[in-house]
Nanobody, 123 residues
Framework: QVQLVESGGGLVQAGGSLRLSCAASGRTFSSYAMGWFRQAPGKEREFVSTISRSGTNTYFADSVKGRFTMSRDNAKNTVALQMNSLKPEDTAVYYC????????????????WGQGTQVTVSS
């Protein structure tokens, strides 16, 4: 069992940056690949990025590639999403999820979720 808690969301102007964090409980954190998804009102949860168990590999959606980076610290049971050059279309609730394998981009493949953190980018 993994419990996830996101933080770091907020209101930022277009072109600005935010850093989201996800803290995990449980001693099995390093057994899971982690992912970030986002969901805007009326839309399905959308893949943003994922990172392998060791943190060696990452994969990003085309819409955020080159602007977002993802990292994890298995000693601290945390995963982070650094978001730069933010755009109004990045506005959404951001969720972190845990999956048994790296590379999943469909939200239903993730086993555990946090409660989400709101990111709002003003134009």
């Amino acid at each position: 069992q993994v419990q996830l808690v996101e933080s770091g969301g907020g209101l930022v102007q277009a072109g600005g940056s935010l850093r989201l964090s996800c803290a995990a409980s449980g001693r099995t954190f390093s057994s899971y690949a982690m992912g970030w998804f986002r969901q805007a009102p009326g839309k399905e949860r959308e893949f943003v990025s994922t990172i392998s168990r060791s943190g060696t590999n990452t994969y990003f959606a085309d819409s955020v590639k080159g602007r977002f980076t993802m990292s994890r610290d298995n000693a601290k049971n945390t995963v982070a999403l650094q978001m730069n050059s933010l755009k109004p279309e990045d506005t959404a609730v951001y969720y972190c999820g845990a999956a048994t394998r790296f590379g999943y981009t469909w939200y239903k493949d993730y086993d555990y979720w946090g409660q989400g953190t709101q990111v709002t980018v003003s134009s």
